[in-house]
């Protein structure tokens, strides 16, 4: 039931347990198979809301997370190309967001997915850039738009000169292929305004708004 596998996705304090994080619950879901149910369940419920903001402005946008064994397994782009269909979305209204560790070792197994995804006219992301140190020679094969610095270089950007090199590295190779930069895990003033001199395009993190 729809409305059960909400609840549990939005109950995650666990009375023995305490709070439980998202990376944990997540891994959980992934190792159970429930990954799948969880996924369109949260893809059906986030476009059905995006065509309500959308009656409101047309121009708001949606980012929707993709776990890699949905895009390795299962049917999830194909459940996302019925529901933009049914609420009459604008694809490019749609935002979706891929994990770098599909490219590190599934790269040509999840191709398929990728390239259909892309034929639906949504806006692609590559998501927690860094954390598998993949190839960067991987990023011409995508159809994607930006790439999501993972928070692991944000974090240590205010005193590690090593995170500091990469990550203005990065920005700037990325602006030379015409994708955008996103950081993720931003969250002091000072991560702000170096990565706004690096020439970052956009951010995340709880110095704009908590998750």
């Known amino acids: 039931d729809q409305v059960e596998y909400l609840d549990v996705v939005n109950n995650t304090e666990n009375p023995e347990l305490g709070s439980i994080k998202a990376s944990e619950f997540l891994a959980i879901a992934e190792q159970t198979g429930l990954i799948y149910k969880l996924g369109q369940c949260s893809i059906d419920s986030s476009l059905k809301f995006l065509s309500k903001l959308n009656a409101i402005n047309n121009e708001l946008k949606l980012s929707i997370n993709f776990s890699a064994l949905e895009l390795k397994f299962g049917n999830t782009p194909g459940a996302l190309a019925d529901l933009i269909s049914r609420y009459g979305i604008n694809p490019k209204n ?10 590190i070792s599934s790269f040509e197994t999840v191709k398929p997915a990728i390239g259909y995804i892309s034929s639906l006219g949504v806006t692609m992301n590559l998501d927690n850039f860094g954390r598998g140190y993949s190839s960067l020679n991987s990023i011409p094969l995508l159809p994607i738009s930006a790439i999501k610095i993972d928070g692991y270089f944000t974090k240590g950007i205010s005193e590690d000169k090593s995170a500091q090199v990469i990550t203005s590295s990065i920005i700037d ?22 990565l706004l001199k690096y020439g970052c395009d956009y951010f995340q993190g709880h110095i704009l708004g908590d998750p």
């Not at 749609?94 to 490219?103: A, F, G, K, R």
């Not at 895990?185 to 000072?190: D, F, I, K, Q, T």
């Open 173 to 194: 190779i990325m602006h030379e292929t015409d994708i955008c930069v996103c950081a993720t895990g931003v969250g002091s003033e000072e991560q702000y305004e170096m």
């Open 94 to 103: 749609v935002i979706v967001d891929i994990p770098e560790e599909c490219l």
